[in-house]
């Protein structure tokens, strides 16, 4: 059973960091884009960022640059978001994504992605 299970998520007081992990298992993605979306309630699921087999090229929300980091561990079958600076704005549920139609590429819309975790509450509290 392929299984994205995220962590780390949890309530933050402003300025504050958290450290989001995606681990996967079931298969490998090490060939695939994968991504970070996020979403808070009433608004639809938009992405934070994504990042190509090897991490060598990512791409960032314009809310998430500079202060958000994504990567990736191909050896553990595990992607991260470094969070920094949270505001009450980030509060949302985020999902880890992963698109195997893809190899070596970049995936940047949710339709394109096929696998996804559950989801990790992030809470920013002012």
């Known amino acids: 059973q392929v299984q994205l299970v995220e962590s780390g998520g949890g309530l933050v007081q402003t300025g504050g960091s958290l450290r989001l992990s995606c681990a996967t298992s079931g298969r490998t993605f090490s060939l695939n884009p994968m991504a970070w979306f996020r979403q808070a309630p009433g608004k639809e699921r938009e992405l934070v960022a994504t990042l190509n087999y090897n991490g060598g090229s990512t791409y960032y929300s314009d809310s998430a640059k500079g202060r958000f980091t994504i990567s990736r561990d191909n050896a553990k079958g595990t992607v991260y978001l470094e969070m920094n600076n949270l505001k009450p704005e980030h509060t949302a549920v985020y999902y880890c994504?992963?698109?195997?139609?893809?190899?070596?590429?970049?995936?940047?819309?949710?339709?394109?992605?096929?696998?996804w975790g559950q989801g990790t509450q992030v809470t920013v509290s002012s």
């Open positions: 994504s992963a698109d195997t139609r893809t190899n070596y590429g970049m995936t940047y819309v949710a339709p394109e992605f096929n696998y």
